[in-house]
C-alpha cells in the first residue's frame, strides 16, 4: 500500500479525533492555538463572588468563565504552573482561554463557552471599602482597562472612561482607597468602585469622564 496514503489515513484519523473531542461552542480544535504556560499567582473573582481569572506570576492576566474557574482552582493551586491555549490581545498582556492542562502530559480540557466579552457587572448589596497597592490593570479580553488589581488580588471594577480620567492615580505602584459594592470571602474580592482617592480620608466619587 501507497506510504503517503496510509499517511493521510493517520493523520485524517488524529483530525477526527480532534474535531470529537472539541466542545459544541467551538468550530475548531483550540489546542492548534499558541500555548501560555505560567505560575498561579492568584485567581480573581467577580463582584458575584464566581471565579472568573487568574493571574499568572509571569504577568499575564488569564479570561476564564465561572464553571472552568472553578475546575481549574481545584485542579491547579496557587503557585503551580498551567497550560492556557487561546487568545492574547493585541495591545495588553490578557488571554483569553480556550482550553488548560496542569501540565503538557495532561490531556487538555476544553472551554466550551468562551468569555469573548465580560459581562455586566453583577449588582450587588454589600458595600465594601478596600485599600491597598495597584498591582496591574484589569483587562476586557479586548485588552481594554476596565479596572484595576491590587496586589492583593482584589478586583477593583470601573468603566473604561473613568479609568482614562483617573490616568496615573491608579497606575501600578499607586496607593488607592475605594469604595463600592461586591463581594468578598476567602475566596477573593472584587466590587465596582463608587469613590475612590489615596486614602480613606480622601475620597471622591469615581469619574464618569
Known sequence: MDRRFLAGVVLSAAAAAAVAQTP???????????????????????????????????????????????????????????????????????????????????EPSFVERPWWRLPDVASSTVMLSVEGEVRSPYFSPQGEAVGVILTDGTVIRMPPESVAALGDKIKPGARLAVEGRGSESERGRALLAERIGPSPDKLEPVPTK
Open 24 to 106: 459544541p461552542g467551538l468550530w475548531f480544535d483550540p489546542t492548534q492555538l499558541p500555548s501560555f504556560t505560567g505560575n498561579v499567582e492568584c485567581f480573581l473573582v467577580n463582584t458575584a463572588g464566581e471565579t472568573d481569572g487568574l493571574l499568572f506570576r509571569e504577568g499575564p492576566q488569564v479570561i476564564i468563565p465561572p464553571p472552568v474557574g472553578e475546575s481549574v482552582r481545584k485542579a491547579v493551586p496557587v503557585g503551580r504552573p498551567l497550560v492556557v491555549w487561546g487568545i492574547r490581545a493585541r495591545s495588553a498582556p490578557v488571554i483569553t482561554m480556550l482550553a488548560w492542562a496542569p501540565d503538557t502530559s495532561t
